[in-house]
């Protein structure tokens, strides 16, 4: 099915506001230390935010699960496979904690 220019640019548009989101976020959850304690906080905050996005879409009876998930498989293999450059600043963050964590050890 081809997508008339309308629709295409009002894809192009979420797309863009997705990133400009990600970005935040992304900056957000990399600002902590490098620590199994930030990584504990990463996780806090990512899972507080998805509780509460599934709950509002729930709220306009739209169930997020499958599409999630489908969204988190396809951005794994993009990230798996280079086609997306932004795994290096979250191997990063692993590394470093790596790191502390076998020099406290």
Sequence with gaps: MKMNKKNKKKTMRNIAEGDRIYR???????????????????????????????????????CVDDYIGDMVKWWEHQLEHGEADDQLEFDGFAYTVERLTEAQG
């Design 24 to 62: 935040q976020m992304r900056a957000a959850m990399l600002s902590v230390e490098p620590t199994i304690g930030g990584l504990v906080s990463m996780n806090y905050a990512l899972s507080k935010l998805i509780a509460n996005y599934k709950l509002a879409a729930k709220k306009i009876d739209i």
